[in-house]
């Protein structure tokens, strides 16, 4: 058989393959991924559509995606992963609503007040929570608020607003969506550590307050062969406080090339991520950062790795998709 011939008919003979999504579901679970509008046509709609039962925007929902010029807001990608969501019985998480990077420079560059910042802020999360109020099941709120010792990332909001932009940012949400689920998202943070025990201090005082949070996101950008050993007992204990827990932005990145050996390795990492998941009643979702290494933004940030994503450039499924098959039973 030739090359093209092979790359032909691989979609078709995975298409009997039981889809992850049912898989998940049977397990009271949704397994999700990162998309890219403009993509979600050909056969990376069609595996998009059929494979995943929950998108996340890579990129459509950031601030400087909607608003690059202030009052001006453009919806076009995010409608589009929106309605495309709906079309496939699929929920959205919203990703994501207060970030330190990817903002607009009319508001990176401005000079603000306390007062005219959470103005801008509580605009901001109004408008777009407002927006999409009833069709996005989740919203990443705030994303990435800690420094990896546990201090608060010293960012234009913390700067401006102190920590308490991050129960303000909540509450504004709740009011523009009660019934979205709210969450907090961070990266190393998957294991018991620094970063996510101030997370789960964070996390236990907002609930003490009755502050609306209603789940946390543990990003899970992972290096080949590095799942932290305390994955589960840390989903458990985030659990305990009362709120649902998803891994939001999973991705398992090696040294390229990519070889049979590594690739092993990567199903047996994915493997055990989603199987710490499927342990843990509230751990609800797993979500991989981009389906597709076509799609990954590992080789852009990470020179000389990749490989990080469950289907390889030619939208054939990798090992690791088999690791996620087998993980949800």
Not at 71 to 99: K, N, Y
Not at 106 to 117: C, F, I, V, Y
Not at 196 to 219: E, H, W
Not at 296 to 321: I, L
Request: include cysteine; charge should be neutral.
């Amino acid at each position: 058989m030739t090359g093209a011939a092979l790359l032909f008919t691989a979609p078709a003979a995975h298409a009997a393959d039981t889809p992850l999504r049912d898989l998940a579901a049977a397990k009271g679970k949704l397994i999700g991924t990162a998309v890219t509008g403009s993509k979600l046509t050909g056969t990376y709609g069609d595996i998009a559509g059929a494979q995943f039962s929950s998108l996340t925007p890579g990129n459509a929902m950031k601030w400087g995606t909607v608003e690059p010029t202030r009052g001006s807001f453009d919806w076009t990608e995010a409608d589009q992963i929106v309605a495309f969501a709906q079309a496939h019985h699929q929920q959205v998480r919203g990703h994501t609503l207060v970030w330190y990077s990817q903002n607009p420079s009319w508001l990176t560059n401005g000079s603000w007040t306390s007062a005219q910042l959470g103005s801008l802020l509580q605009n901001h999360i109004s408008t777009e929570v407002g927006r999409y109020k009833g069709r996005i099941a989740a919203w990443d709120v705030v994303n990435e608020p800690f420094n990896d010792d546990g201090s608060y990332r010293s960012t234009l909001w913390y700067k401006g607003l102190g920590s308490g932009y991050i129960a303000s940012a909540l509450t504004w949400a709740h009011a523009a969506d009660p019934n979205a689920r709210l969450y907090i998202n961070d990266y190393n943070a998957e294991g018991v550590n620094a970063k996510s025990d101030a997370l789960y201090n964070l996390v236990k005082s907002l609930k003490a307050r009755g502050v609306p949070i209603g789940g946390v996101g543990l990003q899970a950008h992972l290096i080949l062969g590095q799942v932290p050993s305390t994955l589960r007992q840390n989903i458990q204990r985030f659990a305990g406080l009362g709120v649902d827990v998803a891994i939001t932005e999973l991705d398992v990145r090696m040294q390229l090339p990519a070889d049979r050996t590594k690739l092993a390795q990567q199903k047996a990492d994915f493997a055990s991520v989603v199987a710490a998941c499927t342990a843990v009643a509230r751990c609800v979702n797993v979500t991989v950062w981009g389906f597709t290494d076509a799609d990954s933004w590992v080789p852009g940030t990470f020179p000389g790795y990749g490989a990080a994503t469950p289907y390889d450039e030619n939208y054939r499924p990798k090992p690791a998709y088999y690791g996620i098959a087998q993980a949800l039973g």
